[in-house]
């Protein structure tokens, strides 16, 4: 039959693998987040006081233990960008059964970070999955695993290419190396798209509204060079906090860990609402009200350690969000400090400078925040990103980020002995 036969062709079997695992990720994204915020009802720190919640945050720590214990380790990301550069993709689904109740309680009560990580994990390991299934070579495999981590991004953040390039990037340090994954990503990612927004109904808009871009001049563009100057600091000052807690940390059983990083957070809510939550609903609050600049500074600050806790302490998120989130306030501190500047600029640069800092995703971030707030700002937000990138060559969170090391040229034939060989 003439189908099958035009499916068997090598990149029109591989382009339909593609969407088959970005349609998988995009109603994975949509089941994940339907369940989030079912357990946000119960959870989320504003249906509770302050000592109510803190008790929440304590037993969430114990409950990531115990899961832990019973389930096993849930992984992370660094495995799976480690798994991608070495074999392709993830061996199978055995850490998911772990890591989709741990990160849904550590979100929903309120740690300081996102669903970017744990949703991306789940998406790229079904994407290896689908892969597995029709056979494909281990160069084929990384190409789907990509597809799948990409439509993961798009779901959060409603950016497909930017989505799609990101996913490329944060597997390096120095730019995206995969180039023959490019367009499968963008295709999986558009893919993944569609299908959230028919599952959800959710609009086309935006996942934030940021300031009015208004007119852009040349003199932005060395306030542009400021700001990614401010976003490396910032990217140096969360990574080697990280490091330092990390260390600290080894001297606790791992099994206490997750509950004394619940009674950290909780001593953090009291200083500042702003240390809890990944900043998703926050960072909409900032960009839209006018807050004072010691509100903005002491948001910014919390953040850092709120996230940095959890992280650290063995709750499971992600921090892009959570990094979006600081640079905004720091924008917004900046405009007030400056008046003159386009406030716009300095938020959308910063945001994607503290971002790229830590992540090493500079077309990524780029592309993400000003699909958001609007192309004409991309060149300075460019500038501030490829500043912050230059500045953090040398300080790197996720340590399994390195260049490509294959040869091999990608044949997505069928594999002798394969499912459907």
């Known amino acids: 039959m003439r189908i099958p036969a035009t499916f068997a062709r090598p990149g029109t079997r591989l382009f339909g693998i593609v969407i088959a695992a970005g349609l998988f990720g995009g109603a994975i994204g949509a089941c994940y987040i339907g369940l989030l915020h079912l357990f946000e009802r119960g959870l989320w720190p504003t249906h509770w006081g302050l000592l109510p919640h803190g008790l929440i945050l304590v037993a ?16 992370d990301v660094e495995l799976l960008v480690d798994n991608i550069h070495v074999a392709g993709g993830v061996d199978d689904l055995r850490q998911l059964p772990s890591l989709l109740p741990i990160s849904l309680v550590c979100i929903a009560a309120g740690g300081g970070l996102g669903p970017e990580a744990p949703l991306v994990q789940t998406t790229g390991t079904v994407g290896s999955w689908v892969a597995k299934r029709f056979g494909l070579d281990p160069a084929g495999l990384r190409i789907v695993t990509i597809t799948g981590m990409a439509a993961g991004f798009t779901v959060l953040f409603g950016a497909p ?21 490019l367009m499968p990503a963008v295709l999986g990612s558009l893919s993944g798209y569609a299908v959230y927004v028919l599952i959800t109904g959710v609009g086309l808009e935006p996942v934030w509204q940021l300031p009015a871009v208004g007119s852009v001049h040349g003199g932005d563009l060395g306030w542009a060079v400021a700001c990614g100057v401010v976003g490396a600091i910032v990217a140096a000052a969360f990574t080697y906090l990280n490091q330092f807690l990390r260390a600290l940390l080894r001297h606790v059983a791992p099994s206490a860990r997750p509950a004394l990083g619940g009674v950290t957070l909780a001593l953090l809510a009291w200083m500042s609402p702003y240390a809890l939550t990944f900043g998703e609903a926050q960072l909409g609050h900032i960009t839209t009200t006018d807050l004072a600049l010691r509100t903005l500074a002491l948001a910014a600050l919390a953040k850092l350690l709120g996230s940095s806790v959890t992280l650290a302490s063995g709750w499971k998120g992600g921090f892009i969000i959570p990094l979006f989130f600081i640079g905004a306030c720091l924008g917004r501190a900046g405009h007030i400090v400056f008046p003159h500047t386009n406030e716009a600029v300095l938020i959308v640069a910063l945001m994607a400078a503290c971002n790229v800092g ?59 002995g394969g499912p459907d060989g």
Do not use: C, W
């Open 358 to 416: 830590v992540t090493k995703t500079p077309l990524g971030s780029v592309l993400v925040v000003s699909e958001m707030a609007g192309l004409n700002l991309l060149p300075t937000t460019l500038i501030a990103s490829v500043v912050a990138l230059l500045l953090t060559s040398n300080v790197g969170l996720i340590d399994s980020q390195r260049r490509r090391t294959d040869a091999v040229p990608v044949d997505h034939g069928r594999r002798e």
């Open 60 to 75: 969430v720590g114990v409950v990531v233990a115990v899961l832990t214990r019973v389930l096993g380790s849930p992984g």
């Open 161 to 181: 290419l930017g989505a799609a390039v990101f996913a490329l990037e944060i597997l390096h340090r120095r730019g995206l190396e995969y180039y023959e994954a």
